[in-house]
């Protein structure tokens, strides 16, 4: 099954209610089975340029990287599939354009941006984060978190010094130990999962999971994921209800079809004796 | 304005304490920043760790404890107005940070250029404070400063992580409602309208929600042939304000929406 007809794609980003400025970016390559989400940071509207250039680049590396080779294929240094190395190496992309950027024109200096991204390919996913963007998977009834935040909150869950009820009275909430942009070189944050069929996965930014409790997204999503539009609005109304003091994005892939990758029999022999 | 402790006996205010440093201990030793001179308070009795808007209590193993509002406790995470007590001293922890900070700043994200926590401190999560002094130095700037200090650590953590819970969103300010079955088995039950969504009927098959907004309730179909009918009116595909005592009707059960108070 090609990409194309077994992904459902769906993509909704809004300023939210407090702020004018939108500095989130989302695009969608379904196709290619590539998402990105990025929510910028700096002052005037440096944010959006930053999240901009991230999405822009993203895309741009990755779909011609896909077009002349098979996800899959292996990378002779490596020895990672091709999806997993030309994302990471996309986001590494991204950060070199988005720092020469900020370097040399004054307006855009510091800015940064997080980026969440996901491919995917034969039966799989890969997920790539920088920062504090989300992605999470709705399985059967359960929503769980693929990423762990890159922030300071998080560090201090990690350690021990603040409980997981405590931290959502930190005022610390907001500090991200690593961006897109901010420095001459990104580690981002690589996992692959396995993917069933039925599966939904929703990227956001902060302004939905800061807003909205994951018991209110797991319902959203369980309760309208036969109408997958309508999962996004909902989403994005429930965080501007409750306030919406962030821009809102939102991304939802529904899996409705396995999507293996065609081998043919003398690559799989191939492939099981390079294992 | 930075959080400060408030010390007093007896009501009467002794001694007040601006938390500018990273780590301010009590004790009744002279070297401490707020000194107890007091036989019940220990030599090094407690620390107030400060982490940019944050403040952590820690009893440093003192001979008679202390609590925090009432309650005897050994590691706090300090709160706006919260009281310590040691012995028959009161220190007020005061941080209306958030009241200076306007909604929006506050949520602005920004980046970090920190030493973040080292890898030991994960598994050093008891009562030590070596943990803490980690963060030493730990400091928002706007540009420059090495941000690859706590990449390789945060990287080898796996995927699985705590998550955190969310801010406690404010609900939507709409009254209480709930929704009846009037007909079928299980005519009479009654559903209330908690949740900011409720569905109706089985996803995959013949969906309708419930949601609640600040506005009010509204119905919206979502999936399946049927479409549910509002006092008699099929619903087309927009979302439909109910009123008190609107019956609905969906795949043949009928249910009566109204107010709880």
Not at chain 2, 60 to 84: A, P
Not at chain 2, 199 to 220: E, N, S
């Amino acid at each position: 099954m090609r990409l194309i007809e077994a992904l459902e794609v769906v993509s909704e980003t809004h300023p939210g209610m407090l702020r004018a400025h939108n500095e989130d970016s989302v695009a969608v390559e379904p196709a290619c089975g590539l998402v990105v989400l990025a929510d910028g940071m700096g002052g005037y509207n440096a944010g959006e340029v930053a999240s901009g250039i991230a999405v822009t680049v993203m895309i741009s590396e990755i779909v011609p990287a896909l077009a002349d080779a098979t996800p899959i294929q292996r990378d002779e240094e490596t020895g990672e599939e091709l999806a997993v190395v030309s994302l990471g190496a996309a986001i590494r992309k991204a950060n070199a354009s988005i720092f020469n950027a900020a370097r040399s024109q004054s307006q855009y200096a510091g800015m940064g941006t997080t980026i969440v991204s996901a491919l995917f390919y034969d039966n799989r996913v890969v997920v790539g984060h920088v920062g504090d963007s989300r992605a999470y998977r709705l399985r059967g009834e359960r929503l769980e978190l693929l990423t762990r935040d890159h922030s300071l909150l998080q560090e201090q869950i990690d350690s021990g010094m603040i409980s997981v009820e405590n931290a959502r009275h930190s005022k610390n909430k907001n500090l991200v130990t690593r961006a897109v942009g901010i420095d001459g070189e990104v580690l981002p944050e690589l996992h692959v999962h396995d993917v069933l069929v039925g599966d939904i996965y929703l990227l956001c930014s902060d302004g939905l999971n800061d807003m909205v409790e994951d018991g209110d997204i797991e319902s959203a999503l369980y309760g309208l994921q036969g109408n997958l539009p309508m999962a996004a609005e909902q989403l994005i109304q429930c965080a501007n209800d409750n306030g919406g003091r962030d821009n809102v994005s939102v991304i939802l892939v529904k899996i409705k079809h396995e999507y293996a990758q065609p081998r043919s029999w003398p690559v799989r022999l191939l492939d099981w004796f390079k294992k | 304005m930075t959080a400060k402790l408030i010390l007093s006996l007896d009501g009467v205010v002794v001694q007040e304490c601006p938390l500018i440093k990273e780590r301010v201990t009590i004790g009744r030793k002279a070297h401490n920043d707020i000194v107890i001179n007091n036989l019940a308070v220990s030599g090094v009795h407690a620390a107030v760790v400060t982490i940019l808007n944050d403040s952590f209590l820690e009893d440093l193993d003192s001979t008679n404890g202390l609590s925090v509002n009432g309650e005897v406790t050994k590691k706090h995470f300090l709160q706006n107005n919260d009281v310590i007590e040691i012995g028959k001293y009161k220190l007020k922890y005061l941080n209306d940070q958030v009241s200076q900070t306007s909604a929006s700043d506050f949520e602005k994200t920004m980046m970090m250029h920190a030493p973040a926590i080292p890898v030991q401190s994960a598994a050093e999560k008891s009562g030590d404070t070596g943990h803490y002094r980690a963060l030493q130095g730990a400091a928002i700037e706007e540009s420059g400063g090495d941000t690859r200090l706590g990449y390789d650590r945060v990287a080898k953590t796996g995927p699985n992580p705590v998550v955190p819970p969310p801010l406690s969103p404010a609900q939507p300010a709409s009254r209480a409602a709930a929704v009846q079955i009037l007909n079928g088995p299980n005519a009479g039950k009654e559903l209330e309208l908690v949740k900011s969504l409720t569905t109706l009927g089985k996803p995959g098959v013949q969906v309708a929600v419930l949601t609640r907004r600040p506005l009010g309730y509204f119905i919206t179909h979502v999936e399946g042939a049927i479409f549910p009918s509002v006092n008699g009116q099929a619903l087309g595909e927009q979302p439909h304000q109910l009123n008190d005592h609107d019956v609905i009707e969906l795949a043949g059960v009928k249910m009566e929406f109204y107010f709880k108070d």
